[in-house]
């Protein structure tokens, strides 16, 4: 995560600091859950409180509470239900107003719906990490802002070519051909990313990226053997790669390259007994500094709510052998 520290003084316009903090503690515990994985804390000071943490934290924590300072009634006669709506009013105001990225490449700025996306799209424009791993449920917008990412780094001349790709999925039912043993072939499960793509950019300009070659939506197979330099490389679903599939993606990397590997480590749709190779890779990289990962939590979905809701059952009845350890 790429954050700035910050302090911030807040006049309580001659309110105890102790009693306002008492009074109005559910709220910053309700603005500290909501702006993770960015941090903040509070301390008294002689005219009010003091702010510290990462610079977003910071700044969604003090306009909560100078509009509670502000709140007609006075501060400490709202009950629960408005301090709520008070929090979430000003925490989408923030993301849609000051937190949105307005990306050179892409048609209409990019709008984060969670403070987990802040972090992971500073992550993905970060010049000086080549390997950013992103997981969590989905529905938390981890391969959309890639894209969007990856079509800003183009733009800017920082890379010349974007290949996207992601291991075919056998669903139930189908018949295994050599074709898709080998994931030679493009086929309907890679519409998610033309979606995503003809969202950012509309279909003229898509279309022409990739007849100018500069955008690639490359099965699986088709990188073996490469390398790809200038390039920007996103590997999606990455939890239903073999271990061996997996090391033969993420050495791809050449010169003045990055790659973005995305998926969830709970929902492996691999066939039999292997092992997928995100845990696998995930375990390798514990300890280092090779990878920078940034995981989403099922709090995060911002697909619908009842993504969410359903993603937390799910969960509920996920067999924790199974899970990757976060």
């Known amino acids: 995560m790429t954050a700035q520290q910050h302090s911030l003084n807040i006049d309580l316009q001659g309110r105890p600091g102790e009693a306002f903090l008492v009074m109005h503690n559910d709220v910053v515990k309700t603005v500290k859950r909501a702006v993770l994985p960015y941090r903040f804390e509070i301390v008294v000071t002689a005219q009010g409180v003091q702010l510290n943490g990462d610079d977003v934290a910071v700044l969604v924590a003090s306009r909560v509470l100078e509009r509670i300072l502000r709140k007609a009634g006075g501060p400490d006669t709202a009950d629960v239900a408005s301090k709520g709506a008070l929090v979430s009013g000003v925490i989408a105001n923030t993301l849609r107003m000051d937190l949105a990225f307005r990306l050179e490449g892409v048609s209409f700025p990019v709008t984060p719906m969670s403070f987990s996306q802040v972090a992971f799209m500073r992550a993905l424009r970060d010049p000086s990490q080549q390997l950013i791993i992103g997981i969590g449920p989905t529905g938390t917008g981890k391969t959309h802002l890639a894209i969007a990412a990856a079509l800003n780094q183009l ?27 080998q994931e030679l072939e493009s086929d309907s499960q890679f519409d998610f990313f033309s979606d995503i793509l003809r969202d950012l950019i509309g279909y003229q300009r898509f279309a022409q990226l990739v007849e100018q070659r500069k955008l690639e939506l490359v ?57 997928s ?20 939590e099922s709090t995060q979905i911002i697909r619908n709510n009842l993504v969410a809701r359903l993603e937390e059952l799910y969960s509920g009845q996920q067999d924790s052998s199974q899970a990757f350890a976060a």
């Open 155 to 181: 733009a800017e001349e920082k890379v010349k070519h974007i290949v996207i790709t992601r291991p075919h999925v056998v669903m139930e039912g189908e018949v295994l051909t050599p074709a898709m043993r």
């Open 219 to 275: 099965p699986l197979g088709h990188i073996r053997g490469r390398t790809f330099n200038d390039t920007f490389i996103i590997l999606d679903e990455a939890q239903n790669m073999t271990v061996r599939k997996m090391r033969m993606a993420v050495t791809r990397i050449g010169r003045a390259s990055r790659m973005v590997v995305t998926g969830d480590p709970t929902h492996v749709d691999l066939r039999g007994d292997e092992p």
């Open 277 to 296: 190779g995100l845990v696998h890779l995930l375990n390798l990289l514990e300890g280092t500094e090779i990878a920078r990962i940034h995981r989403f």
